[in-house]
């Protein structure tokens, strides 16, 4: 993978930057639809390809692992030729997942022992084996196995699952190292930095990340229940330490207006369930605020959904048609609703870059961040 940094805003921190890898390039700022068991929720790769514009997808390691299984994956070649999608995907570890089963994992110095959510079976990650796991699935960014503890941590609980993830870290990076891709294509690994919502942590954390010299870093362990100023604030130390001259992607984060503030403060990439999650919802993001169309107000309105918006359906239905179909749990409106907001999502990053190119970023983010997160 080879990553070549573009342009920095003149009054922020953000930047614009490309990606390369064997399946395609990638403008950064990007937002990364989740496809989290090879699936976008709702939506065909045509549409994620020729209307949204999608530039990566996100696969979830956990639950590929689970369903369909390796071994199905290994037979198709990959997850690419298993779902169809030719340009690049991003893999997390799964530790999300497996951290976020409590009452159904066991954490040791090996790995964690971790019960299937869909059958109750066990299962054991360690840091080498989630290696071999990408490996098999065959993205072409692949995560490192971390601990991610929630936002309210105490500083001794945040420490000790540091150093975890550190020791655990290094085991990812020599296997990955020791082993090599199966699919004829190259593939790179990420660090995960933590550290909670504690400053000398999350920088102990990026010094150690910086110096396996990896072709990109992830930040985690943010949006899990720590005040979002907190948020903006660990992005701050963290990107004050990793390197500029490599991506840095932001792990399920989040808003339209957390991704602005986050792109301000250095952040490259960027992934979340929200557009789709939301969206099924009734939920619909646009540039000019927030629309909730299971409210009344829309029940009569005939306009088109978003008449700045970028995707086909956003001229080709009306509110009040897409709220009868909400309403009355058709699949074509959560279908609606999730095209719509990753179209949104992707224009909103790819007008990020057209504004830090022109050195405009700044005040338009200023402007845009008070109309995103305005109830309409």
């Known amino acids: 993978m080879d990553f070549k940094l573009h342009k920095t805003d003149p009054k922020s921190s953000a930047r614009t930057g490309e990606l ?3 399946h395609g390039k990638i403008q950064t700022p990007i937002f990364m639809p989740v496809g989290t068991l090879g699936s976008v929720k709702g939506v065909h790769q045509r549409e994620l390809r020729d209307d949204i514009n999608a530039e990566i997808i996100l696969g979830n390691t956990y639950h590929l692992y689970l369903r369909p299984g390796l071994d199905i994956l290994e037979k198709a070649g990959g997850l690419h030729k298993f779902n169809g999608w030719e340009r690049p995907i991003l893999t997390d570890s799964g530790g999300f997942q497996v951290f976020s089963l409590a009452d159904n994992r066991k954490l040791t110095e090996e790995g964690a022992m971790f019960r299937s959510h ?8 360690t840091p080498e084996n989630v290696m071999d796991i990408q490996r098999t699935i065959g993205a072409d960014i692949i995560m490192a196995f971390d601990e991610c503890p ?4 105490t500083y001794e609980y945040a420490k000790n699952s540091l150093e975890l993830t550190q020791r655990w ?9 020791e082993t090599d891709p199966k699919y004829g294509y190259s593939q790179t690994l990420f660090p995960i930095v933590q550290g909670c919502v504690y400053d000398d942590l999350r920088i102990k954390a990026a010094e150690h990340a910086a110096s396996l010299n990896r072709e990109g870093y992830a930040i985690g362990g943010l949006a899990v229940g720590e005040p979002v100023e907190e948020m903006y604030s660990m992005i701050e130390v963290v990107n004050d330490v990793l390197p500029e001259d490599k991506p840095r992607y932001l792990m399920g984060v989040g808003t339209p207006v957390n991704i602005l503030e986050a792109i301000s403060r250095g952040v490259d990439m960027f992934d979340c369930v929200m557009p789709t999650r939301n969206g099924r919802n009734g939920m619909i993001f646009t540039s000019e605020g927030i629309i909730n169309i299971k409210n ?3 029940a009569d309105d005939f306009s088109p959904i978003d008449p700045n918006g970028t995707s086909f359906v956003d001229s080709a239905y009306s509110k009040a048609y897409v709220r009868h ?3 009355s749990g ?10 719509h907001n990753l179209a949104f999502y992707l224009w909103l990053v790819r007008e990020a870059r ?3 190119n022109a050195g405009t970023f700044a005040a338009w983010k200023d402007i845009m961040v008070k109309k995103l997160a305005t109830r309409l």
């Open 354 to 356: 057209e504004q830090i």
């Open 169 to 177: 870290l290094e085991r990812c990076v020599k296997r990955f190292d």
């Open 150 to 153: 929630p936002g309210t941590s």
């Open 20 to 22: 390369t890898t064997d």
């Open 330 to 339: 058709e699949l074509l409106g959560s279908q609606i609703c999730s095209i």
């Open 325 to 327: 179909l909400i309403h």
């Open 296 to 298: 009344k107000k829309w």
């Open 118 to 125: 869909i059958d109750g079976s066990k299962h054991f990650f």
